[in-house]
């Protein structure tokens, strides 16, 4: 399975050596918020670093295509996943072909959903969390469509245009950092964001 995941991860880098590095960009990020397992952090750091003025334009490629792909997930989940009480064929796919998606996994989501909710899905969309999981299980066990939106959008947004801040700001310099660090980084952020969120909500409101 390494082998295999990491051809991919050669594979997708090398679009950021052609002029579909873009297109690629934006095939990657909508695939990967439903069954791609390879995140599109490592091509859009690839295309950054190679024009850092264009790195805020591949960071709205990367939102745009993520938040359609999460949408898509969402609708996966939602309109194909059951049958009557059962699970349908493309769930089975999933739970058998799709790295880190097992039914352990995805029954567990929905205990995190029903404690969470939009927490939930923010943090997996911020973090190294696979987003797949959530997108599909958002949809699987409906929940409410307008908050995973807005959670899937600041989340992705956020997630991407910090890598092409870092990028902007600090060059080649913050390439290892990013890759030894990212996946630390984004968790203490998203555990800053959620606290504000708690923050407000359960102190500052009451």
Known sequence: ?????????DWVLHWAKTPYGPIALFVLSFSEASFFPIPPDVLLIA????????SFKFALICSIASIMGAMGGYGIGYFLWWNGDGYNEIAHFFFNHVPGFNESVFLDIQKQYDHYGFII????????????????????????????????TISRSARFFLVSFLIVKYGEKVEGFINRYFNLLTVAFAIILIGSYVLIKFVLVH
């Open 1 to 9: 399975m390494f082998t295999i995941l990491r051809k991919l991860y």
């Open 121 to 152: 899905t923010f943090t997996a969309g911020f973090t190294p969390i696979p987003f797949k999981v959530f997108t599909i299980s958002a949809g699987a066990f409906n929940i409410s469509f307008p908050l995973f939106l807005i959670a899937s």
């Open 47 to 54: 295309l950054a670093l190679g024009s850092r003025k264009q």
